[in-house]
Nanobody
Framework: QVRLVESGGGLVQAGGSLRLFCAASGLPFSNYDMGWFRQAPGKEREFVATIRWSRDITYYADSVKGRFTISRDNANSMVHLQMNSLKPDDTAVYYC?????????????????WGQGTQVTVSS
């Protein structure tokens, strides 16, 4: 059974930082690309960042480029999202997702596995 479990969310003031964690189990983690998505109330789920299985290729949404950094630890089946210079617009539930692919995937429906999400709230 595949499980993705997010943690690290919380309440932070604008300009602050948070680090999100996603622990994966039940899948050959090093063979999967990992992504972070987010969903704010009343909005569709949107792509945030992804990292290829080989760790050497990352891709970010324009809205977070330069502020967020995605990384992974294949030995421990973990993926991280370091979020700096947070803005109120970053407030959302953040989801970790996994996909087996030969190319970068930024579309939510193409991801195979999902976590339950962790809430990030940025106050102004």
């Amino acid at each position: 059974q595949v499980r993705l479990v997010e943690s690290g969310g919380g309440l932070v003031q604008a300009g602050g930082s948070l680090r999100l964690f996603c622990a994966a189990s039940g899948l050959p983690f090093s063979n999967y690309d990992m992504g972070w998505f987010r969903q704010a109330p009343g909005k569709e789920r949107e792509f945030v960042a992804t990292i290829r299985w080989s760790r050497d290729i990352t891709y970010y949404a324009d809205s977070v480029k330069g502020r967020f950094t995605i990384s992974r630890d294949n030995a421990n089946s973990m993926v991280h999202l370091q979020m700096n210079s947070l803005k109120p617009d970053d407030t959302a539930v953040y989801y970790c997702a996994a996909v087996r692919s030969t190319t970068i995937i930024t579309t939510a429906r193409q991801y195979h596995y999902w976590g339950q999400g962790t809430q990030v709230t940025v106050s102004s």
